[in-house]
């Protein structure tokens, strides 16, 4: 929720005149994340506190209520923390999660940063089922031996949630579903044919997605896995689809389609550099180069058992926050020459004018 908040109210200080809603001033964005962080850590530490004690009860409402204070925060109508551009983000938010509406740039924005955030609704899905089906902590014992034995060890819980149960194999799939409609909605009201291609793109997401849930058990438990092939096959199509559409469609580098790519020996093309950046160029030269390897840090599952380590797992999602933000800024640099381009097509003598001013 801090990502999505922060970068959300971030942009808006860029396109606050697009989107028709006060900006919120520097001050607000890092106190609206404090604030989360701050309510995820007391309840996270509440939880740990009253579970080591005993108080297993009381522990199973720490994470309800961290779940309802963020979403008081969030929708909260009292003049605090920004309230326009938190009411705002909250619209947004309903807007991409029923995108069945003619879609605004910020809805399409939210919803692609959503697509970073898929493991993330997943385990909010866990987390939420967990909740629905009871007590969060459990004690057992494992009797070793005769049922006669005395002698007893602490055994691990049994998992409430099954991780490649269908309500969370869907929450998984939620982020890219809601793109994949927002793209046949943009097609069919503007009849922008590239979007067809931009939906195919969020559909090779879902087996790469299902297939990767499933090799991800495997992988922890050190068993061979009979779909190797197709998941590696689904990923990497995924991955390179979806790199390639980074950089033509979404920083508007010319490639394959437009002219200007550089070509080696006549046999190769390789992404070209705006004409007009508004970074310097080896910004452009990092961003893409950084961006293919980070889309392809799924590559780690490759090495040993990587997977099966909560360092590595917590490593690559920030990877992938950090792959996300600079995206981000490309993106939004380019939507706003779009808009400068547009401005200048529609209102050529306002450009004439500022010319002739000293």
């Not at 493991?119 to 007590?135: E, R, T």
């Not at 896995?225 to 096959?233: E, F, H, I, Q």
């Not at 995924?238 to 437009?258: A, F, G, K, R, T």
Request: with cysteine; charged share 15%.
């Amino acid at each position: 929720m801090d990502l999505l908040l922060s970068m959300h109210m971030a942009l808006l200080r860029l396109f606050k005149t697009t989107f028709g809603v006060p900006r919120p001033s520097r001050p607000h964005l890092p106190q609206i994340a404090l604030v989360l962080t701050t309510t995820c850590l007391t309840c996270a530490a509440a939880f740990v506190f009253l579970g080591a004690s005993g108080s297993y009860a009381a522990a199973d409402y720490a994470p309800r209520a961290m779940y309802l204070v963020a979403l008081l925060l969030l929708v909260a109508p009292v003049e605090l923390l920004c309230r326009p551009a938190r009411l705002f983000f909250g619209s947004t938010l309903q807007r991409a999660l029923l995108p069945f509406q003619e879609v605004s740039w910020a809805d399409f924005l939210l919803a692609d940063i959503m697509t970073s955030l898929s493991k993330s609704f997943g385990d909010l899905a866990k987390a939420a089922a967990a909740l629905l089906a009871g007590p969060a902590l459990h004690t057992h014992m494992l009797v070793l031996g005769s049922s006669t034995s005395i002698l007893g060890v602490a055994a691990p819980a049994p998992r409430v949630v099954d991780p490649l149960a269908l309500p969370v194999l869907l929450a998984l799939c939620l982020p890219f579903a809601v793109r994949f409609v927002q793209c046949l909605v943009v097609n069919r009201t503007t009849g922008n044919r590239s979007q067809i291609f931009n939906a195919a793109k969020y559909a090779t997401a879902f087996p790469a997605l299902v297939l990767t849930a499933i090799e991800h058990e495997y992988h922890v438990a050190g068993l061979r896995y009979p779909l190797y092939g197709c998941w590696l096959a689904a990923v990497l199509a995924n991955s390179l689809y979806s790199y390639y559409w980074d950089l033509e469609m979404d920083w508007d580098m010319p490639w394959l389609v437009q002219p200007g790519a550089i070509s080696v020996l006549r046999l190769v093309r390789l992404p070209g550099l705006k004409p007009d950046p508004l970074y310097r160029r080896g910004w452009y030269v990092w961003a893409a180069m950084s961006n293919l390897a980070l889309r392809l840090c799924w590559g780690h599952r490759l090495v040993g058992r990587l997977e099966a380590s909560n360092a590595v797992l917590l490593g690559m999602a920030l990877l992938e926050v950090a792959r996300r933000y600079q995206w981000t800024y490309v993106r939004v640099e380019t939507e706003i020459r779009k808009i400068r381009i547009k401005q200048a097509h529609e209102h050529p003598e306002k450009g004439e004018a500022e010319q002739e001013d000293p």
